[in-house]
């Protein structure tokens, strides 16, 4: 049974199997060459590695494609034509400056689709998954849509907040998130004033980003709360602060009496215990095992996953949280290599599509027909259904994203795509080979086709196969001739693909 302290495991316990776990979950996959020269690290160095990523070489923060003026305020030129064409009715000038607006915004459109496939490009390449992964954490916990941004540019602002504290200190990512011009605008913080609190982005601070819902505040801590983010908006694309709309009478939030701004809400809301165990929850389900509601308040949980989160909350409390120890000591933990947390988490489409290429180093065929399949399957980047984001866990599959999971495996290994004539199907050619290439070494010579079954099913479900499932490939590979080539190589690994178990992590 998984044990609910966060005794590191033992070194000698840190094997192959271990570290592709860990390249699994804290990033996106990892080839067997990556999974071994972790595993010659060690525990300690490997974990050092994967969250001090500053150490490690990044990439090139190209956006110089992107343009911060699509979607920018008229000028004061453009203003007054359009003041005088409201005031003389002109019909023509008004459409006129309709059709440039239209225009703008189909451009935009298209800078946000080209946005898209630069992060999915950056998640693929990367040399820091874990920033990437946590990048994706925080999409989804301070969820923002393009939808009601309209502003490809705010988008791609906060994507690159995120990165930037993406180990770093929550309290100050928290600061940064009510001055950042897409949340100001997702959560209408922009028409919070003194004369009329906009309740919004106050509610949600509460009940989805730090607390949790129900966890001990009331209505009118909420209106509180808004008075004091009044006069928290934007000015294009920078956070401004207007005092003349700011609410600075005294306010009464959770008990606590003050002329509080939006930084003192912050400060009072983590500095309560159940903000910790909440964002320790969110971790927990994205990282560890996911079939465990978030349960601050207690409840019909496991005990010692119960008090797992609660130690890390613990921890995370005592370096005023900072999430670098936190990661560190969950990703060295027995609870997190436990078997019973293995394949215990079931893939994004994000995940399905980025771990795949970086394990299995496909080609990356076409990264619109990429993005277009994870939409397919519920999660398109930029796009989240609401500001709870994604449900994750189960609510990943259904029989119709199911029958996508299995098309898209099988389009990167192969290039064919499920509505395309053969003669249409991507050329690039998959060679597989590097994924046994290693077997021979460590079994002394050429291994069984058993053994080479047991290996790819294992290196691709996370976990030790079921014996039955070995049996079914090893008969497969026998009736069609009992090598392992390229092309069985390729058809086996896509007969793992399409099963259930190749949906876990």
């Given at each position: 049974m998984p044990t609910s302290s966060l005794?590191?495991?033992?070194?000698?316990?840190?094997?192959?199997?271990?570290?592709?776990?860990?390249?699994?979950?804290?990033?996106?996959?990892?080839?067997?060459?990556?999974?071994?020269?972790?595993?010659?690290?060690?525990?300690?160095?490997?974990?050092?590695?994967?969250?001090?990523?500053?150490?490690?070489?990044?990439?090139?923060?190209?956006?110089?494609?992107?343009?911060?003026?699509?979607?920018?305020?008229?000028?004061?030129?453009?203003?007054?034509?359009?003041?005088?064409?409201?005031?003389?009715?002109?019909?023509?000038?008004?459409?006129?400056?309709?059709?440039?607006?239209?225009?703008?915004?189909?451009?935009?459109?298209?800078?946000?689709?080209?946005?898209?496939?630069?992060?999915?490009?950056?998640?693929?390449?990367?040399?820091?998954?874990?920033?990437?992964?946590?990048?994706?954490?925080?999409?989804?916990?301070?969820?923002?849509?393009?939808?009601?941004?309209?502003?490809?540019?705010?988008?791609?602002?906060?994507?690159?907040?995120?990165?930037?504290?993406?180990?770093?200190?929550?309290?100050?990512?928290?600061?940064?998130?009510?001055?950042?011009?897409?949340?100001?605008?997702?959560?209408?913080?922009?028409?919070?004033?003194?004369?009329?609190?906009?309740?919004?982005?106050?509610?949600?601070?509460?009940?989805?980003?730090?607390?949790?819902?129900?966890?001990?505040?009331?209505?009118?801590?909420?209106?509180?709360?808004?008075?004091?983010?009044?006069?928290?908006?934007?000015?294009?694309?920078?956070?401004?602060?207007?005092?003349?709309?700011?609410?600075?009478?005294?306010?009464?939030?959770?008990?606590?009496?003050?002329?509080?701004?939006?930084?003192?809400?912050?400060?009072?809301?983590?500095?309560?215990?159940?903000?910790?165990?909440?964002?320790?929850?969110?971790?927990?389900?994205?990282?560890?095992?996911?079939?465990?509601?978030?349960?601050?308040?207690?409840?019909?949980?496991?005990?010692?996953?119960?008090?797992?989160?609660?130690?890390?909350?613990?921890?995370?409390?005592?370096?005023?949280?900072?999430?670098?120890?936190?990661?560190?000591?969950?990703?060295?933990?027995?609870?997190?290599?436990?078997?019973?947390?293995?394949?215990?988490?079931?893939?994004?489409?994000?995940?399905?599509?980025?771990?795949?290429?970086?394990?299995?180093?496909?080609?990356?065929?076409?990264?619109?027909?990429?993005?277009?399949?994870?939409?397919?399957?519920?999660?398109?980047?930029?796009?989240?259904?609401?500001?709870?984001?994604?449900?994750?866990?189960?609510?990943?599959?259904?029989?119709?994203?199911?029958?996508?999971?299995?098309?898209?495996?099988?389009?990167?290994?192969?290039?064919?795509?499920?509505?395309?004539?053969?003669?249409e199907e991507n050329s690039d050619v998959?060679?597989?080979?590097?994924?046994?290439?290693?077997?021979?070494?460590?079994?002394?010579?050429?291994?069984?086709?058993?053994?080479?079954?047991?290996?790819?099913?294992?290196?691709?479900?996370?976990?030790?196969?079921?014996?039955?499932?070995?049996?079914?490939?090893?008969?497969?590979?026998?009736?069609?001739?009992?090598?392992?080539?390229?092309?069985?190589?390729?058809?086996?690994?896509?007969?793992?693909?399409?099963?259930?178990?190749?949906?876990?992590?």
């Amino acid at each position: 049974m998984p044990t609910s302290s966060l005794k590191a495991i033992k070194p000698t316990e840190f094997d192959y199997w271990k570290a592709q776990h860990l390249l699994n979950r804290a990033g996106f996959g990892g080839t067997p060459s990556q999974a071994r020269a972790l595993a010659r690290m060690g525990v300690d160095e490997a974990v050092d590695y994967v969250v001090d990523f500053d150490e490690v070489s990044s990439q090139t923060e190209d956006t110089s494609e992107f343009r911060s003026d699509i979607m920018r305020p008229p000028t004061a030129e453009e203003r007054a034509i359009a003041r005088a064409a409201r005031q003389n009715n002109d019909e023509l000038a008004l459409e006129r400056l309709q059709r440039e607006r239209n225009q703008r915004q189909a451009t935009d459109r298209e800078q946000m689709r080209a946005i898209q496939r630069w992060w999915l490009k950056r998640m693929i390449e990367t040399g820091r998954p874990l920033e990437e992964k946590m990048t994706l954490f925080f999409h989804g916990h301070f969820a923002t849509g393009y939808r009601t941004i309209e502003d490809s540019w705010h988008m791609l602002l906060q994507n690159q907040l995120f990165r930037r504290y993406a180990v770093g200190n929550f309290g100050d990512l928290c600061a940064a998130i009510i001055r950042d011009p897409a949340m100001l605008k997702y959560l209408d913080n922009d028409e919070n004033r003194r004369a009329s609190p906009n309740e919004n982005l106050a509610r949600e601070l509460m009940e989805l980003f730090v607390l949790g819902e129900g966890q001990g505040y009331s209505e009118r801590d909420i209106k509180e709360g808004a008075r004091s983010l009044t006069g928290y908006t934007f000015d294009d694309d920078q956070f401004v602060f207007r005092p003349g709309q700011h609410d600075d009478r005294p306010k009464t939030i959770l008990g606590q009496t003050g002329r509080f701004n939006g930084d003192d809400f912050l400060r009072i809301l983590l500095a309560r215990p159940v903000a910790s165990e909440f964002l320790c929850w969110k971790l927990y389900r994205f990282f560890v095992n996911d079939s465990h509601p978030v349960a601050v308040a207690g409840g019909d949980v496991d005990k010692d996953v119960q008090g797992f989160v609660r130690n890390l909350a613990k921890l995370l409390r005592s370096s005023d949280y900072d999430l670098r120890p936190v990661l560190k000591a969950l990703f060295r933990s027995e609870h997190f290599h436990d078997p019973a947390n293995m394949a215990a988490l079931i893939k994004s489409p994000v995940q399905l599509v980025v771990q795949s290429i970086r394990s299995l180093r496909t080609p990356v065929r076409s990264l619109s027909a990429l993005l277009s399949a994870c939409d397919l399957m519920g999660q398109d980047l930029f796009f989240p259904p609401n500001v709870k984001g994604w449900d994750g866990g189960r609510a990943w599959i259904n029989t119709a994203t199911f029958f996508v999971r299995q098309n898209v495996v099988v389009y990167l290994l192969t290039g064919r795509r499920p509505d395309q004539y053969s003669w249409e199907e991507n050329s690039d050619v998959y060679d597989a080979t590097h994924l046994v290439e290693h077997l021979a070494e460590s079994s002394g010579g050429r291994p069984s086709t058993p053994e080479t079954v047991a290996y790819l099913l294992r290196f691709m479900l996370g976990a030790e196969p079921r014996p039955e499932r070995i049996e079914r490939i090893v008969e497969f590979v026998n009736q069609t001739g009992g090598t392992f080539d390229n092309d069985r190589l390729v058809a086996t690994l896509s007969l793992i693909g399409a099963m259930p178990e190749h949906q876990l992590c």
